[in-house]
């Protein structure tokens, strides 16, 4: 089985200060990680996966995560916010037998200005 | 060029009414699911198809839940009998169905609401 969590409901951070929103997963073999972010009343768009090599990746809109496979982590960060980030963001793992990814239950992204 | 899209992008029905939503994924994405997601709940899956697989059904809540895809594109998710519990969006994703690092591409989105 895998599982995936983000333990935040919701992470507050002020314009231009780095931001980190935290994903830990379960699986039993090798995981596959993804970030998606959704906008108001929009469906989710891709922002970066990790597959194999490189722990840390780079992704859309400068985001980056890093995965670490012995704290079973991959939190996305940006070293600074723009208000136009405010968005809900869900991790996703998929491993083993499985083609369909598990999501956790997002995070509500809030930048102020 | 075209993303997922999704119609209607709102649905209003009366309880015991039946809905159709439709999905049409991106052209040459084999696989294809739907996704219900709740107020604080996240994503919950719903149904897979790939190919000419046989979808794998394991998260459709009941048996009032279907949904089939023509000719390895349009999909439909049916509900029956609709409930005010149904209420939710339905995403619908499409992906190119070559293995566990596909990336999703998302619909919109259809609202439901069940009164």
């Known amino acids: 089985a895998q599982s995936v969590a983000q333990p935040e409901d919701q992470v507050n951070v002020a314009e231009g200060n780095p931001l980190t929103v935290k994903c830990t997963y379960s699986?039993?073999?090798?995981?596959?990680l993804f970030w998606y972010v959704q906008y108001p009343n929009r469906g989710l768009q891709f922002l970066l996966k990790?597959?194999?090599?490189?722990?840390l990746v780079k992704g859309s809109y400068g985001f980056e995560a890093e995965f670490n496979k012995s704290q079973t982590s991959f939190h996305l960060k940006k070293p600074s916010a723009l208000v136009s980030d405010s968005a809900l963001y869900f991790c996703?793992?998929?491993?083993?037998?499985?083609?369909?990814?598990?999501f956790g239950r997002g995070t509500s992204l809030i930048v102020h200005p | 060029g075209a993303g997922v899209s999704q119609s209607p992008s709102n649905k209003v029905t009366e309880k015991g009414k039946d809905v159709e939503l439709r999905c049409d994924p991106i052209?040459?994405?084999?696989?294809l699911y739907w996704y219900r997601q709740s107020l604080g709940q996240g994503l919950e899956f719903l149904i897979y198809?790939?190919?000419?697989?046989?979808?794998?059904k394991s998260g459709l809540p009941s048996d009032r839940f279907s949904a089939e895809r023509t000719g390895g594109s349009v999909s439909t998710l049916t509900i029956q009998r609709t409930q005010q519990e149904d209420s939710a969006v339905y995403l619908c994703?499409?992906?190119?169905?070559?293995?566990?690092?596909?990336?999703?591409?998302f619909g919109p989105g259809t609202r439901l609401t069940v009164l």
């Open positions: 994703a499409s992906s190119l169905g070559r293995g566990l690092a596909d990336t999703q591409y």
């Open positions: 699986v039993s073999g090798n995981p596959y």
């Open positions: 990790y597959i194999t090599g490189d722990n």
């Open positions: 996703a793992v998929a491993s083993g037998g499985s083609y369909i990814p598990t």
């Open positions: 052209s040459g994405h084999t696989a």
């Open positions: 198809f790939q190919g000419n697989s046989a979808p794998d």
